[in-house]
């Protein structure tokens, strides 16, 4: 194939990437016209509660890097944002707030969505060991005081695609 007709084709597929809305940089350059385009994953929670369902822009960390660093050094963060800790297993959670400005809750969630517990207004910079007291495969942390806001408890439900059904 030449180097025009490669151009070609590559054009053709960021036209239709754009088209439909995809980031161009997920079809990569090679991608032939008729491959299919690989969606990044969705950045987007919710969290069932009586009152109703609450959704939030997240962040996923789910390697050691991204899970030990967190939301550390943070110093603010938007009402309806949070950071989606997934360990790809259920265990006992410990988290602490070393590091961390931010006063947040932690949500500690089961692989099936269910919140397990909540650590409320957790303490800006603290080394005291913030335990899930249960099982959970997900820490969904945000800003303090937003469980209660919503009317989060154990029970709660977390929805989003990595939650087992």
Known sequence: MSVTAQRCRVLLVLALALVAGVPAEATGPAAPPAARVEVPPRTA????????????????????????????FRKEMARDHGMLFDFGGEGERTFWMKNTPLPLDIIFIRADGTVVSIAHHTTPFSTDAIPSHGKARFVFEVNAGVADEIGLEPGGRLVHERVER
Do not use: K, Q, V
């Open 45 to 72: 929670a919710l969290l069932l509660t009586d009152s109703g369902s609450h959704s939030f822009t997240i962040e996923i960390a789910d390697d050691p890097i991204e899970r030990s660093r967190g939301l550390m």
